[in-house]
């Protein structure tokens, strides 16, 4: 994956996806109980910033990326997913691009709704993600789906929060 050159979140959450493990827990999670991957990751880079998000900052995010998501981003993932499996290669690799470029765009839309960073301690921004990512979970009603489990979400802290928080997506840059 390139790594254009933008705010903070941004290059976070590259560094953040690819962590080991952490690729395949979010796509899990899109896939299979409905997450966006880039509201989970906004939910994990502002516990970074030291934020716990309310239920209110939450709904705002969802309602200022959902027309964007439903309308760009998930055709365009579609797409290349049909021509990864029918298409020349030199397509989907353009659809891959576009689909990046649209993630970017969600990104910055969840970027300007984050309030400036604080400094915090491992244990805080740990319990902070905890509840930013179930609260989450909660709002788009994961925990209904068949195999939901919060055990979901603890591997996906251990995968973007490893033990050295000197890592790049332990964190914020």
Not at 57 to 85: M, N, Q, S
């Amino acid at each position: 994956m390139s790594k254009p050159k933008g705010h903070r979140f941004w290059q976070w959450s590259l560094d953040a996806y690819e962590l080991p493990g952490a690729k395949n827990r979010l796509i899990y999670l899109q896939d299979d109980f409905g997450f966006d991957v880039n509201i989970a990751l906004w939910c994990c880079w502002r516990a970074c910033e030291g934020e716990t998000l309310s239920e209110d900052a939450l709904r705002a995010a969802e309602r200022a990326t959902k027309e964007w998501a439903d309308g760009v981003i998930e055709p365009l993932r579609e797409a290349r997913i049909c021509a990864h499996e029918l298409g020349p290669a030199e397509l989907y690799a353009q659809l891959k691009e576009t689909e990046l470029s649209a993630e970017r765009h969600e990104q910055d839309i969840l970027f300007n709704l984050s309030r400036p960073a604080t400094s915090i301690e491992r244990e805080p921004m740990l319990a902070a993600a905890k509840n930013n990512l179930a609260l989450y979970a909660s709002l788009i009603d994961a925990p209904r789906r068949d195999g939901y489990s919060s055990a979901l979400l603890r591997d996906l802290i251990d995968h973007i929060f490893p033990g050295d928080t000197s890592s790049a997506a332990g964190k914020s840059a």
